[in-house]
């Protein structure tokens, strides 16, 4: 592990280059709170979405969705968030919406969306099941958006608690590959820190980053996050104690400016 120490800049990231793995509103976003303190953010987006091979599928349960059929959303990813967002879905106001986490929950409220439930505690998909149940103890009509690869967790238990669920696969996941620039920046040291924001991220920098120095601080966004990227082969070197960008960002500024990055310019 890297050595943790107070900042010593009135702005704690003063001087650091932090690499987004997320485009769009949430990586906007994400850049944004960056800047605040201090850091150059490094927009590099990593993964996107690929159409879900039903596609008819998809469309039927969002008109269904914009209609009012549904008593409950559940979103289990930003990346959800981003197909919401593409198809530029209506959810009516008497469907209630629940985010896995605050990430995701963040996700859904910068593009208008908005958000009636985040597991207090655990932050996955049986956290999130578990809580539902806890508020609806009558059948519902639920729809769950999936991606291709998600383990069915939450529509078995909702399921075998009564309710009725529609899971639908929303999106496939699919590397994007970076720029030769990004990728000499992260070899060479100049990238300070990255951002893993889920698991898929995490696969994506271990493939397409193969020699990430030792001074780069590697952030995990929360324990299970962490434990997919080390399972995808990564050092972490902090975990943010909320599943919360701010709380990644903080966690990041604890740790001195790497000296890996002194002899570039900003």
Same mark, same amino acid.
């Given at each position: 592990?890297?050595?943790?120490?107070? &900042?010593?800049?009135?702005?704690?990231?003063?001087?650091?280059?932090?690499?987004?793995?997320?485009?769009?509103?949430?990586?906007?976003?994400? %850049?944004?709170?960056?800047?605040?303190?201090?850091?150059?953010?490094?927009?590099?987006?990593?993964?996107?979405?690929?159409?879900?091979?039903?596609?008819?599928?998809?469309?039927?349960?969002?008109?269904?969705?914009?209609?009012?059929?549904?008593?409950?959303? @559940?979103?289990?990813?930003?990346?959800?968030?981003?197909?919401?967002?593409?198809?530029?879905?209506?959810?009516?106001?008497?469907?209630?919406?629940?985010?896995?986490?605050?990430?995701? %929950? *963040?996700?859904?409220? *910068?593009?208008?969306?908005?958000?009636?439930?985040?597991?207090?505690?655990?932050?996955? +998909?049986?956290?999130?099941?578990?809580?539902?149940?806890?508020?609806?103890?009558? &059948?519902?009509?639920?729809? @769950?958006?999936?991606?291709?690869?998600?383990? &069915?967790?939450?529509?078995?238990?909702?399921?075998?608690?009564?309710?009725?669920?529609?899971?639908?696969? +929303?999106?496939? @996941?699919?590397?994007?590959?970076?720029?030769?620039?990004?990728?000499?920046?992260?070899?060479?040291?100049?990238?300070?820190?990255?951002?893993?924001?889920?698991?898929s991220v995490a696969t994506q920098v271990y493939e397409q980053f193969p020699h990430v120095p030792d001074s780069?601080?590697? %952030? *995990?966004?929360?324990?299970?996050?962490?434990?997919? +990227?080390?399972?995808?082969?990564?050092g972490v070197d902090v975990i943010a104690q909320t599943q919360t960008v701010d709380a990644l960002i903080e +966690?990041?500024?604890?740790? &001195?400016?790497?000296? *890996?990055?002194?002899?570039?310019?900003?």
């Amino acid at each position: 592990m890297k050595p943790v120490t107070q &900042p010593i800049h009135t702005k704690p990231l003063a001087g650091w280059r932090v690499l987004v793995p997320r485009g769009g509103p949430w990586g906007d976003g994400v %850049a944004a709170n960056l800047r605040k303190q201090g850091a150059v953010p490094v927009i590099a987006p990593l993964i996107n979405f690929a159409p879900a091979d039903d596609q008819a599928a998809l469309e039927k349960s969002l008109a269904d969705l914009a209609e009012g059929r549904f008593e409950w959303l @559940t979103v289990t990813s930003a990346t959800t968030v981003d197909v919401l967002y593409a198809y530029r879905a209506k959810i009516p106001a008497t469907t209630k919406i629940a985010a896995v986490g605050e990430t995701t %929950a *963040a996700a859904l409220i *910068a593009v208008g969306y908005n958000v009636t439930l985040v597991p207090d505690e655990d932050n996955s +998909a049986a956290g999130m099941a578990e809580q539902i149940l806890a508020l609806e103890t009558e &059948p519902r009509e639920i729809l @769950t958006l999936r991606s291709e690869i998600a383990k &069915p967790v939450l529509t078995r238990m909702l399921k075998a608690a009564g309710h009725k669920v529609r899971s639908v696969v +929303a999106y496939r @996941t699919v590397g994007v590959p970076v720029t030769d620039r990004i990728a000499e920046d992260v070899r060479s040291g100049r990238i300070n820190a990255i951002l893993i924001t889920s698991g898929s991220v995490a696969t994506q920098v271990y493939e397409q980053f193969p020699h990430v120095p030792d001074s780069t601080v590697i %952030a *995990a966004i929360g324990p299970r996050t962490a434990k997919d +990227a080390r399972k995808a082969g990564l050092g972490v070197d902090v975990i943010a104690q909320t599943q919360t960008v701010d709380a990644l960002i903080e +966690a990041v500024g604890r740790f &001195p400016l790497p000296h *890996a990055a002194d002899e570039f310019a900003p």
